[in-house]
């Protein structure tokens, strides 16, 4: 316009973890659009992810933000293809968009952060000196149905300081993204389950200030050398990892004119690192895909009745169910996240930091 280059309305803004992710996978991008390989897909975060995809038998590379509904991701309308020739301008083209973001963040002086500490690694880990002034104790206040149900207080390991900072920053709703108004969408008689929150970020590009972000590198790494275990009732652990297969499945849509080959995954979304479980005996099961980041020091009781609620029978062992899930019946995927589901509306009405420390 007026001789000078102007944006159009096509296109998405990844965050530094994003564009990270996506680097870090160029050269397997590649691999996978050379050989025209349509069930290739990175997950850039829990609501993007790059793919390709084949129109007119010409492969492209899709980088897209999906939105789930009725327990499928679909794709929304940010996004954009590239074809095979504008993918390898942008992957030759990485490096230097790397070296230009790097000049945005804010940089430290270097005697301030270890030499192999990169400065999006400082952005993300905790400091010490900041973990040490944080209360060490948060809250959740419970409603079931619109009426108070109890108050539950939660004491954070220091051994977890990504996740337990994690957890305390959604308790204190940093930026408005916190547990309150999240709903308890699992009981049972080893664990409470919430549903934790569907975004970390409302801000333009999704930059997070949520320690980790939306990458879970951090959150798996202390999985690795935590020395917790699911032992005992009233231990905290945030979700990271989903063992459960899931289905995937291709699917045609119109955009923008086009048609576009998108995957879907079947059977609700990746946990994204904020849902969190509540143990109210030994449950080894969550050894795997949890990360213990604190114990319950009041209010156990309260746990334990929202897990007596009744609830969505698990009917896993209905011939039914095992007909439609081996057939790959999306109903029965559906289905299966509504077991343990409480009737009744459980919600964190109120959460925060409790001041003074242990």
Do not use: C
């Not at 062992?317 to 459980?346: C, H, Q, T």
Request: proline share 5%; no cysteine; aromatic share 6%.
């Amino acid at each position: 316009k007026d001789g000078k280059q102007m944006p159009g309305r096509k296109g998405i803004s990844l965050s530094t973890d994003q564009f990270t992710v996506l680097q870090n996978a160029a050269g397997a991008i590649t691999t996978a659009l050379e050989a025209e390989d349509e069930n290739y897909s990175l997950e850039l975060s829990t609501k993007r992810r790059a793919s390709i995809s084949v129109f007119k038998k010409k492969p492209m590379v899709n980088i897209r933000e999906y939105y789930e509904k009725d327990g499928e991701q679909l794709p929304g309308k940010k996004g954009i293809s590239l074809a095979a020739e504008q993918w390898r301008a942008l992957a030759d083209g990485l490096p230097a968009l790397q070296q230009g973001l790097e000049k945005l963040l804010p940089s430290e002086p270097a005697q301030a952060q270890p030499a192999a500490q990169s400065q999006e690694a400082s952005r993300q880990q905790p400091s010490t000196d900041s973990r040490k002034s944080l209360p060490r104790k948060v809250y959740l206040e419970f409603n079931v149905n619109s009426a108070p149900k109890g108050r539950v207080e939660v004491e954070l390991f220091d051994d977890a300081p990504v996740g337990s900072e994690r957890f305390h920053q959604l308790a204190v709703g940093t930026d408005g993204v916190g547990y309150r108004l999240s709903k308890v969408d699992g009981v049972s008689k080893d664990f409470v389950k919430s549903s934790g929150v569907s975004r970390l970020s409302y801000k333009e590009g999704d930059e997070t200030s949520i320690v980790g972000g939306d990458a879970l590198g951090q959150l798996e790494a202390e999985m690795e050398v935590s020395g917790h275990q699911h032992s005992k009732a009233g231990l905290v652990s945030i979700i990271v990892k989903d063992l459960t297969p899931r289905q995937t499945k291709q699917r045609l849509i119109a955009y923008k004119g086009k048609l576009i080959s998108v995957e879907e995954s079947l059977g609700g979304s990746r946990p994204n690192g904020t849902s969190f479980a509540i143990t109210l005996q030994s449950a080894p099961e969550l050894d795997r895909t949890n990360l213990v980041v604190g114990r319950v020091v009041a209010g156990m009781d309260v746990i334990q009745e929202l897990a007596a609620l009744p609830s969505v029978k698990a009917n896993k062992d209905s011939p039914y169910f095992k007909v439609a899930k081996a057939m790959g019946d999306k109903r029965a995927n559906v289905a299966e996240l509504g077991f343990g589901r409480p009737l009744a509306k459980v919600i964190i009405a109120q959460s925060g930091a409790i001041e003074g420390g242990l």
